[in-house]
């Protein structure tokens, strides 16, 4: 999970705002029921003025214990993380947290579809990985990153567009069908 | 989406407890993998203060766009609404979100396995009932709330356990397979 978009403010970074248009139009056209899931909050104070509602005076950002975005397609569950990066060569492995790779791990086992977007911010070029592929290559890998050029014959790249911004329910047919 | 459980504080009003317990359960035993969903909060301020983490200072509840559960369960999108009443005889239908029973049909359609868990908090009763079947028994209903003769007849009645407390698995297999 990540802070609201305003405290996020890099130019070019857009890809969760890409992502969460894209399900939207998803939804509109009845293709898919994606969710981004919100922002895990922990709550301390909650002051209840009278005549207004509930105001939080005191929270603190929490680690999410799942990805981003889950939802159904054609019967089939599906759950991904999106990240990007401005590297222009590789991907770091420092973006993706343990818990997040274990959770998707987990959703793999139960048959669910697991993968992740990823997007090189500078060329503006999107890839669907299988989060099971990701891994492998993860763990046989002796850098600290994923070079562009592995990531491209691993995966499915999927053009920007308009509407949707990133129409990647074709990639997850032919990863996972 | 509710309020964190200390803001709840009823006495016998303990569904969502057990549930996230059961899923805990069906997490560590592989059974599926299902979450809540963090509670929606629209951040209005953070303060940043030197060395120590961001602190939300001004925060509201947003109502949620979707249910509070959702998850994998064997290749099978599963998602639902926990509700309890303090009602000896009937399930008020203002418990439910229009939004919300909007969602579960969303679900449906893409062939998700949506379902409600409806507790009786006084004779500690609980049934899992088929979405469908519940908007169904709604429109046909001239009530202001489903008699529980009504929804025992439509559902699968789940015993209150100990580990996991409520085991809703084998009513979602009874349902959906
Ligand atoms: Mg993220
Ligand atoms: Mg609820």
Redesign the interface.
């Known amino acids: 999970s990540s802070?609201?978009s305003t405290?996020n403010g890099n130019r070019g970074m857009r890809l969760e705002d890409d992502i969460n248009e894209s399900i939207a139009y998803y939804?509109r056209e009845?293709l898919?029921?994606i969710?981004k899931?919100?922002?895990?909050?922990q709550?301390v104070n909650?002051d209840y003025p009278a005549r207004s509602?509930?105001?939080?005076?005191?929270?603190?950002?929490?680690q999410?214990?799942?990805t981003d975005y889950?939802?159904?397609?054609?019967?089939?569950?599906l759950?991904f993380e999106a990240k990007e990066t401005r590297q222009k060569q590789s991907f770091p492995f420092k973006n993706f947290h343990e818990h997040q790779l274990q959770?998707l791990a987990?959703?793999d086992?139960?048959?669910?579809c697991a993968f992740l977007i990823l997007r090189f911010a500078e060329s503006d070029e999107i890839f669907v990985m299988k989060a099971s592929v990701f891994v492998q290559l993860k763990e046989r890998s002796e850098r600290k990153s994923l070079q562009k050029q592995v990531i491209a014959e691993n995966s499915i790249a999927v053009p920007s567009g308009f509407i949707p911004p990133i129409d990647f329910l074709p990639a997850v047919d032919r990863l996972f069908y």
């Open positions: 802070l609201p405290h939804r009845k898919a029921v969710h899931k919100p922002t895990p909050v709550i909650v509602r509930a105001k939080i005076t005191e929270a603190y950002f929490r999410a214990s799942t889950n939802g159904v397609y054609r019967g089939c569950y759950d959770h987990d959703v086992e139960q048959q669910g």
